[in-house]
Each structure stands twice: as structure tokens, then as C-alpha cells.
């Protein structure tokens, strides 16, 4: 098993953007915010020189990401590919624009010296057109109509042979785990039978794979994953914000119980593939209330970079359409516009409270109080409990318990 998850909170970085190497001049390939929820970008200047794309740079972050609170770092994927690392090359090397495989071990190195573990991005539902490998290994059609992108047979034993060896290198050079990209396109026995080779040399590592919607815990328990990315309660988290419709939260909230029975799923408010939270929020005032439900919910958290500064960025369907979203960060945490301080800070009150109550991983939640635009969420794992009220309407609410005042939140911490 693997106990250290229990006290996982990630923040999750996409290093092809985060260090530049994605865009190559060194230059931003979408502006940076001003570090106001739902305010316009600026002027898109870089504040400071951006670094060389090397993947070393994040070393210069570690202390940044144990001082937001988290203690994992989660890595978009860092192999060689063709252009944005989801069109995997060679799943041995380290892309060259991000230096090496001495400098994965450099940052594994850094990290474990602060108590940090390390998640890569397993990218084995595809692979790129010019990934050498026998045509027996491919299915030769193209993943949901990308071109370059080309699906592996998963049917075939050595495609499973490849993954095992895969994920054993990496674990064995000090990753603590992977996330799976596209597992809902794998079937769940690929996966079930995958681990049970690597699991026996490296029974603490954590495996979350990618599902956006369906049968979450039937697809755990097909599959052995520990855990899934947990899209429902994602889209309702923001959605019910935005429409003063919490029914539709708390609906996704008792959903979530039965994937916390599963598994620990990997909850997040964003991530590379996905418009920002302060983007697709219509109100910022309900930033606070969107990262209450995350922090406070069983799972694993993970913040995405630059969330935590209240940065924006929109994704778009188009060619191009994710740079906004994943982009360059300065070279070091104190080259951040100042702007950003505020919501860095309410993560932290967040991420501390979640510190104070690590069962929170494995509680079980209900709704106890529910209005269009009031919620009470009771956390208990059967002995400590945690009481979240949130209150996104225009007027004070007075709970049998506590007011609180219109677009506020308060989590009571007593048993």
C-alpha cells in the first residue's frame, strides 16, 4: 500500500511551458495575469528572464511548493515527443528540450531532500507518429481525430511488456507514482494486469489514471488504479457556483462518496487540459468557495501552477488552443507579481487546515444544509468531523450554527 498519499497535496506543473522549452525564444506563449481573479491578463510582458527550458529549473520552485503546503510535485509529461510530450517519441529519454536524464535526477535528488515525492505523466493510450516501434504494437488509428497521435494495441502482450518496463525505470530512478493519461481509452485490464508486474518492487507507488466521465468506481475496481481524476465533481464544482445552483454540487458530492469508497481520487480545480478557475469562474468572490470544496472533500488535492497565484488563462479548440493555459513561469518564485499574493495565501489557510485534518483524504461527506445558494458539508470519518458552510448569495445567511455573510465561507474545525 502506499500510506504517504494519505498526506499527498500536489502541485502540478507542465514543465514544457512552466521552463520555456515548449516555446524556445524564452518568451512567454501567453500572458501571465496580474494575479486578480477575473481580471484581464495585462500586457503579457514577462516580469523577468524565463529561464533555459531545462527541467533543473523546478529545483529553483521546491521551496515554493512546500511553502504553498503541498508535498508532491506533479509533472506533465517530461519524455521525448514531437511537440507538446502527449506525442511520445521515446518513453526512455528525457525530451531534450528539458535537458537530461541527470537532470531528473537532480530534481528527484532536490526533492527528496525536502520531503517532496515526484508524479510523472504516463502517456500509453498513444504515442506520436514517429515512435519506433513494430506495426503489431499499433492500432494505426488516430486518438479522438488527432492525427498525430497514433493508439497503441493494448491487445498486445508486448505493448504491456514496454509499460511495465516503462514504469519500473522510473520508479526505480524515484518517481513515487504515475498519472495515466487517457485511461478511460485503455481497457481496465490492461491497467489491472500492468500493475500487478510492477506493484510487487514498488508496492508504494501511487497510480491515478485519467477518466472524465463514466463508471468511476467500476472502472477502479476493474482496473486496480488507487485512484481517478475526478472530473464530476471538477465541472459541478465550478458550474453550480456560476449558475447560484448548489443542488447540482451537492448531487456531485454524493456521487463522490461512492469513488472515495473506490479509491483516492486525485480531485483538483484545474489542470493543463482546462480553463482556469479564475477564468471560468463568473464571480471571483467564489474562488474561495471552489477551493473550500476542494480541500475539504476526500481525495488527493492538486493545484495547478499558477492557479495559486490567480492566474487566467482559457483553453480554446483550436491549434494552439492550450498555450494560454500552460504557460512560462519566471525564473524564481520572487520574480511573481505581488498581485498574486492574496489567493497564494487563501491556498495556503486552505491547504493548512487540510494539514490539521489528514483523514480528510478517506472522509465521507454529506450535505447537510442545502439552498440554491447555501450549503453545509459535514466531513467525518467516523470519529473527527469537519462542518464547511458556504454562502454564494447576495445576503447573509443565518445557519442554525453560524451566520455567515453574503459570499463567505467558514469551516468550522471542532469534533
Known amino acids: 500500500m502506499n500510506p504517504w498519499i494519505d498526506h499527498a497535496i500536489w502541485w502540478h506543473v507542465y514543465p514544457l511551458g512552466f521552463t520555456g522549452a515548449l516555446h524556445g525564444d524564452g518568451k512567454p506563449g501567453a500572458p ?92 500509453f493510450n498513444h504515442v506520436g507518429r514517429g515512435f519506433a516501434a513494430p506495426a503489431h504494437w499499433l492500432k494505426g488509428t488516430a486518438f479522438e481525430g488527432h492525427d498525430a497521435l497514433v493508439e497503441l494495441n493494448h491487445d498486445e502482450p508486448e505493448v504491456a511488456d514496454h509499460v511495465v518496463r516503462v514504469m519500473s525505470h522510473w520508479l526505480d530512478r524515484g518517481a513515487s507514482g504515475w498519472r495515466l493519461d487517457a485511461a478511460y481509452s485503455v481497457p481496465p485490464r490492461f491497467w489491472r494486469d500492468v500493475l500487478a508486474r510492477v506493484r510487487p518492487a514498488h508496492p508504494d507507488a501511487w497510480f491515478v489514471g485519467e477518466v472524465i466521465h463514466g463508471d468511476y468506481p467500476g472502472y477502479l475496481a476493474a482496473s486496480t488504479l488507487d485512484g481517478i481524476t475526478q472530473y464530476e465533481l471538477w465541472k459541478a464544482t465550478w458550474s453550480s457556483l456560476n449558475d447560484g445552483n448548489l443542488f447540482e454540487l451537492a448531487h456531485a458530492i454524493k456521487r463522490h462518496q461512492d469513488v472515495v469508497a473506490a479509491g483516492t481520487p486525485m480531485t483538483f480545480v484545474g489542470n493543463h487540459d482546462v480553463t482556469r478557475i479564475a477564468s471560468k469562474l463568473t464571480d471571483e468572490r467564489h474562488l474561495a468557495h471552489a477551493l473550500v470544496v476542494l480541500f475539504t472533500l476526500g481525495g488527493v488535492p492538486s493545484v495547478y501552477y499558477g492557479d495559486e497565484q490567480a492566474y487566467r488563462g482559457i483553453k480554446e479548440d483550436r491549434a494552439g488552443g492550450d498555450d494560454d493555459i500552460r504557460p512560462i513561469f519566471p525564473e524564481n518564485p520572487a520574480q511573481l507579481s505581488t498581485l498574486g499574493r492574496p489567493t497564494f495565501e487563501l491556498h495556503q489557510r486552505l491547504i493548512g487546515i487540510r494539514r490539521r485534518h489528514p483523514w480528510l483524504v478517506r472522509a465521507r461527506t454529506e450535505v447537510t444544509e442545502l439552498t440554491n445558494t447555501t450549503a453545509v458539508l459535514t466531513s467525518t470519518d467516523g470519529v473527527n468531523r469537519l462542518t464547511a458552510y458556504l454562502n454564494i448569495g447576495d445576503h447573509e445567511h443565518k445557519f442554525p450554527e453560524k451566520s455567515v455573510g453574503p459570499h463567505d465561507w467558514f469551516i468550522d474545525e471542532k469534533d
Not at 60 to 83: C, K, M, R
Not at 88 to 95: M, P, V
Open 32 to 123: 501571465h495575469g496580474d494575479g486578480k481573479p477575473g481580471a484581464p491578463h495585462g500586457d503579457g510582458k514577462p516580469g523577468a528572464p524565463h529561464g533555459d527550458g531545462k527541467l533543473t529549473k523546478l529545483i529553483g520552485w521546491l521551496d515554493y511548493l512546500v511553502e504553498l503546503g503541498a508535498n508532491g510535485l506533479q509533472l506533465g509529461p517530461i519524455f521525448a515527443s514531437e511537440s507538446h510530450g502527449y506525442d511520445t517519441l521515446d518513453h526512455f529519454r528525457i525530451d531534450p528540450r528539458l535537458g537530461t536524464e541527470e537532470d531528473f535526477d537532480a530534481l528527484v535528488a532536490a526533492a527528496r531532500d525536502k520531503g517532496v515525492h515526484i508524479l510523472l505523466d504516463g502517456v
